[in-house]
């Protein structure tokens, strides 16, 4: 879950490489370090535990030599806790090699004994320094920095994104990956690495994704590919999609607080060019084929966290659309209980980054099994994407808070928009009902604006709730997901205790948890349904309100009853069942955000989280 770049060029590499920090630093901010290369050949390294600013600050009061090339790092601990020592880069080859990593190696406890029985001495917990010294030795021996990498490379097991540089040829970066991302960012006389394109987009958009078990060397005018075999790979370049503004916070406090309020617009960018004659139409599905489409017999979601309650609210509106089974996965868990997959099964991956490392397992092993894989994605050449047979992408743009908001309406909607274009392609729709659906799904983002502008008065109910301890959420249908998602964002951002339950459960024992001052907030369907569970929801309130609870409902504007039993109510605007998740859940986001900022947290960087799960 760290960040890395790397450059070749002109210009002072440190200013680059800690500009890529920046927009890294939502990978992981532990601890942050730099190699650079000077002219004259001589390595300068810096690293210090902590944010990124502390490693600026850092320079600026002890500025190291510039160079056109070098390395630099953001770190989420995994070997090592984040102090000085453990963060990187780590050295090699008598502190002439530099070296920096992304992942976990698996098997660094024998390399490390072999290196140890050779005499090396080490100076970190990492298992990122035996790559340093075995890469060192490796050099010593062929002279050759891609050559010495290539031979590590392949010794090694687990996750990992590998970036070195070395003394003896200044002007050259290697990089190497297996289940780990890395990206190639192509420039004018200069050449970029970053385990996202966020590293380098300030410079360009041109960009490469790098492959399973690849290495990189980019030079200021070359860039070339092999496998860890030695064999030339071709590669294929693509466009990134935004801009370097687009990472930016633009006058917002937060990163959070900018993506909460470009929620409507992730949701209508994600519908874009998707309607065809009044219906869903999903060209990306073409590599699948209607034959496969209308044969599958059921469908498997894998994905982890919110991504996860995005693959529930999927399951509601695929099967009561499209007819088929729906199951929901957490990815971790889906590989290692010997699941049953057949080639008419498809599984639906869901995850922000693309290099979720439990999903992108996942995606590896049912295609092994016979299944075909489709993943919603919000980023471009990741390799979760690449793992699979088709890809819908989000467009979100860029999602820099570690806690996922706008992904999360954009993940739904790409599942409401599969969800529909199953329902063309198998008949189980008439045309009628999918352009009604397909017209309210493209209302939205529009009454997603009108949900912020009431959510004026969170703010204060946060403040109010600054002691708070525990907080339940309840909801029944699709108010239950949503009750899951404002319970993660607690967790993540207030690190206060939070539960989401499914309200029928209350009895079933989560009862004996409502106390006087209990604050539970309760999802509220629409009473307009006429197969609603308004009812059992409104009794659900009044059984909690009885023990004494204190209830803020998210309820459907003009919502007499809610109204009457609910101590607060924050309204929403009218919607059908299926779409009412996309608007209840984001006065959660808002909420789980004011209450962290209440308390004085940073909420785009909450403790112990990193953006991208690259890790098992």
Not at 297 to 308: F, L, M
Not at 428 to 450: C, F, I, M, N, W
């Amino acid at each position: 879950m760290c960040g890395i770049v790397g450059y070749v060029g002109n210009d002072n590499s440190l200013d680059v490489l800690l500009g890529g920090l920046k927009r890294l630093e939502y990978r992981g901010y532990d601890s942050a370090g730099v190699a650079v290369l000077d002219p004259h050949g001589t390595l300068h390294t810096r690293k210090r535990a902590g944010k990124l600013k502390v490693l600026v600050d850092d320079l600026a009061t002890t500025p190291i030599a510039s160079g056109s090339t070098g390395i630099g790092h953001t770190r989420w601990a995994t070997h090592g806790g984040p102090t000085d020592g453990n963060a990187h880069p780590h050295l090699g080859d008598g502190g002439r090699l530099a070296l920096i990593h992304n992942g976990i190696i698996e098997n660094y406890a024998p390399l490390k004994q072999e290196l140890l029985d050779a005499g090396d001495t080490f100076e970190s917990e990492t298992d990122t320094e035996v790559a340093a010294l075995l890469v060192g030795r490796a050099y010593r021996e062929t002279g050759d920095l891609t050559e010495a990498l290539r031979h590590v490379a392949g010794r090694l097991e687990g996750a990992f994104t590998l970036l070195a540089v070395h003394a003896d040829q200044p002007g050259v970066v290697v990089g190497a990956r297996r289940n780990s991302p890395l990206v190639i960012g192509l420039g004018d006389g200069e050449n970029f690495l970053g385990s996202d394109v966020a590293a380098f987009v300030e410079f360009t958009r041109r960009a490469v994704a790098i492959g399973q078990d690849q290495l990189v060397t980019i030079r200021p005018d070359s860039v070339e590919v092999i496998d860890f075999a030695g064999n030339p790979v071709e590669t294929s370049e693509f466009e990134v999609a935004w801009d370097a503004s687009a990472s930016e916070k633009g006058g917002w406090s937060s990163f959070m607080a900018k993506e909460i309020s470009e929620e409507p617009e992730a949701v209508a960018n994600t519908l874009l060019g998707r309607t065809e004659d009044g219906v869903v139409v999903l060209p990306e599905l073409e590599p699948l084929g209607d034959a496969l489409l209308r044969d599958i017999d059921r469908i498997i979601v894998i994905a982890c966290g919110t991504a996860a309650y995005a693959g529930m609210l999927g399951k509601y509106a695929i099967e009561s659309w499209a007819r088929i089974p729906v199951d929901v996965e957490l990815s971790h868990e889906f590989r290692y209980r010997d699941p049953v997959l057949s080639d008419r099964t498809l599984v639906v991956s869901v995850s922000q980054s693309g290099e979720t490392m439990d999903t992108l397992m996942a995606v590896q092993y049912a295609r092994q099994q016979g299944a075909k894989v489709l993943s919603i994605c919000n980023t471009q050449g990741s390799s979760i994407p690449r793992e699979s047979d088709a890809v819908v992408y989000t467009h979100a743009g860029p999602e820099v808070a570690v806690a996922s908001t706008k992904a999360f309406v954009a993940q739904v909607t790409a599942l409401y928009l599969l969800g529909l274009h199953l329902a063309l392609v198998r008949g189980t729709q008439d045309r009628a009902r999918l352009q009604k659906l397909t017209g309210e799904l493209h209302d939205v983002p529009a009454k997603l604006s009108k949900v912020l502008e009431a959510s004026a008065g969170i703010p204060q109910l946060a403040r109010w709730m600054t002691d708070t301890q525990s907080v339940l959420f309840l909801g029944r249908h699709v108010g239950y997901p949503v009750a899951l998602e404002g319970a993660l964002k607690l967790k993540e951002l207030a690190y206060i205790h939070s539960e989401g339950f499914a309200a029928g459960e209350l009895k079933h024992g989560p009862i004996a948890l409502i106390e006087p001052g209990q604050i539970v907030f309760v999802i509220v369907p629409s009473p307009r349904d006429p197969k609603s569970l308004h009812p059992k929801v409104i009794s659900n309130i009044q059984e909690i309100k009885a023990r004494g609870a204190r209830v803020v409902a998210i309820a459907e504007q003009g919502d007499v009853d809610a109204i009457q039993h609910a101590d607060e109510v924050i309204p929403i605007p009218l919607a059908s069942p299926l779409f009412e998740p996309l608007l209840a859940v984001v006065p959660l986001h808002v909420f789980g955000m004011e209450l962290a900022s209440a308390k004085g947290l940073d909420v785009d960087q909450p403790r112990n989280l990193a953006k991208s799960v690259t890790v098992e």
